[in-house]
């Protein structure tokens, strides 16, 4: 009997330990897949908000260069039809307006780095450069008539020859081997041009031959390195030709291939990039694990970029990449909690098992129950988090875990929300950017035609600030900047917008349509206003405004006629006198 009670004794302890056994392998095992759907999820996380975070980047990155585009084609419009420029070409050899447009040259290339080289070429004399300015090491140096050369033999004279006025080409991106003694000289580089023809009577272009063109030579490294400045140290930049020759590289052997005679694809070196290539899609966004792809894996956002220019180049393929190891180090500290809170619960499963498997199988259960809802994106639901034993400690570090990924998970929203803003508004002054306010015209403008009503378009530019600037320098005149942009903003009502096209121009949309009579008072106001005294250390600067004023329907039935319009009607008033305004449709009478 003794026996028996031993043996069932013996027996019971054996199923004790076996169910002990069992049970502490079961709770190891949920305390594993605990860790590993949690890990799992933060790591997916993480890596989507890294390839949303560069695909945003990668856009914004695109945008700027349009800007950057559109703004070396304002500046060869300037250089194109300034009056120098054609008597240059018309007075062969060295003349006052050679002299005048070398000056020009030498201010355009100061204030923009990565130009390092601006010629004014004739359509004559096989395209004999009548003035031209190179940058030497840290010197803007202009070449004297003996070394000037003739360059009707390149397509980019003929090519920009055949152009209307105010057209731009732009060059394939290749490696300079131009004869010349500038630091572009064999680096790679980007030729805009626009044509100089004569202007007729009425103050247009005229439609003869042009008599030459405007050059200018664009350092394509240092142009993106100006652009990567503002990119977290870690990005990578990708850029790629139409046919998906490799332009910038990080791996700088990889670069420009076709001019030693081995081509370098980036659609061989990253296959998802075929698609656009193909022009199968617009972006792609992918995780490079093979070492095929890059020298350590990255996550990569790539985007095909439609140029919109007469040019040698269809698109360009831009491309940002981050390192997987730069990306995962977010995770990092989570992991370690997760790994520390998994070896803890199995301790805990292994010594206390035995005797309380059944007590503990139900919390644990709902733990990792919670991790894999977690996991898969849902609400976490109900944690023992009132306990005061081990599975209450798993259970809150479970929800400090989880408030940590949602904490980096905002974050990450917030950074996205600031690029979107960056994308969209003036850096200096923080009013709309270009982008923004065409997007608030088109759709006052829908708005408009399809309920009745109007809108009203205040191109505004103002007078003497290139004056200002030259004499007090470029920090008094971003402060003059900020402080016309505050005027303006306290000038109009919340519901109008106040945006910055670039330089000294600003623009006015009206929420509604008022007659002429209201918004000349309006415009008036703003003309008082921009004209009060600025006070900038100890000096008070004196500025003043010219406004063009278009409106819908009257002007135009387009976002962009009307923005023409409004420019055209300050132009008017700017070439009246200074301190006027303007109506479009008064220039029709």
Do not use: W
Request: proline share 3%; glycine share 8%; with cysteine.
């Amino acid at each position: 009997m003794s026996g028996a009670v031993s043996g069932s004794k013996g027996l019971g302890q054996g199923l004790a330990v076996k169910l002990g056994l069992l049970l502490a392998s079961v709770g190891v095992l949920a305390a594993g897949l605990t860790g590993f759907y949690a890990y799992q999820a933060s790591r997916e996380m993480v890596v989507n908000a890294a390839k949303e975070e560069l695909l945003t980047s990668t856009r914004v990155l695109a945008r700027r260069i349009s800007v950057s585009r559109e703004e070396i084609s304002r500046h060869l419009q300037v250089l194109s039809s300034h009056p120098a420029a054609l008597a240059a070409l018309q007075q062969p050899g060295e003349s006052e307006a050679a002299a005048q447009m070398a000056t020009l040259f030498r201010q355009f290339m100061a204030a923009n780095p990565a130009y390092f080289q601006l010629r004014l070429v004739s359509a004559r004399d096989h395209g004999l450069e009548r003035v031209r300015v190179d940058r030497r090491g840290q010197d803007l140096l202009r070449v004297s008539e003996p070394d000037l050369q003739e360059k009707g033999h390149y397509d980019y004279v003929a090519d920009t020859l055949t152009l209307a006025a105010g057209e731009t080409y732009m060059s394939r991106i290749s490696i300079n081997h131009e004869l010349s003694a500038n630091a572009g000289q064999d680096q790679p580089t980007l030729q805009l041009a626009m044509p100089v023809r004569a202007a007729s009577e009425a103050g247009q272009a005229g439609s003869e031959a042009a008599l030459g063109l405007v050059v200018v030579n664009v350092d394509l490294q240092g142009f993106f390195a100006l652009l990567k400045a503002d990119l977290p140290s870690s990005y990578q930049v990708f850029l790629a030709n139409a046919e998906g020759d490799i332009l910038i590289h990080p791996d700088a052997s990889k670069t420009f291939g076709f001019d030693r005679g081995q081509r370098q694809l980036i659609q061989d070196e990253m296959p998802p990039n075929r698609a656009l290539v193909q022009g199968h899609k617009s972006e792609v966004v992918f995780e490079a694990r093979d070492k095929a792809f890059a020298k350590a894996p990255i996550v990569a956002a790539f985007i095909a970029q439609d140029l919109r220019v007469r040019s040698n180049e269809a698109q360009l393929v831009l491309g940002l990449g981050q390192p997987l190891e730069d990306v995962l180090a977010r995770s990092r500290e989570l992991a370690s909690s997760t790994l520390q809170i998994v070896a803890a619960l199995c301790l805990l499963c292994l010594l206390l098992a035995a005797g309380l498997a059944r007590y503990f199988t139900r919390p644990i259960n709902a733990v990792s129950e919670a991790a894999q809802r977690f996991a898969q994106g849902l609400t976490a639901g109900p944690l023992p988090l009132e306990r005061q034993d081990e599975i209450g400690s798993l259970a809150r570090n479970f929800a400090q875990m989880q408030a940590q990924i949602e904490r980096q998970m905002a974050d990450l929203v917030r950074k996205q929300a600031a690029l979107e803003h960056l994308a969209q508004h003036d850096t200096l002054t923080g009013l709309p950017n270009r982008r923004l306010l065409e997007a608030r015209l088109d759709a006052a403008c829908a708005h408009a035609k399809r309920h009745g009503g109007g809108v009203c378009v205040l191109f505004i530019d103002l007078d003497r600030f290139k004056q200002l600037n030259d004499r007090y320098g470029h920090d008094a005149g971003d402060a003059v900047l900020k402080i016309v942009a505050e005027r303006l903003l306290g000038m109009m009502r919340e519901v109008d917008t106040v945006a910055r096209l670039g330089g000294d121009e600003f623009v006015v949309l009206l929420d509604a349509q008022t007659d002429m009579a209201h918004i000349a008072a309006i415009a008036e106001k703003l003309l008082n206003g921009l004209t009060a005294p600025i006070a900038y250390e100890g000096h008070q600067l004196q500025l003043g405004a010219s406004i063009g004023i278009g409106r819908y329907p009257q002007d135009g039935q387009t976002r962009a006629e009307i923005m023409a319009k409004a420019d055209q009607a300050m132009y008017a008033a700017k070439a009246v006198g200074q301190g006027g305004l303007r109506f479009y449709s008064d220039l029709k009478t």
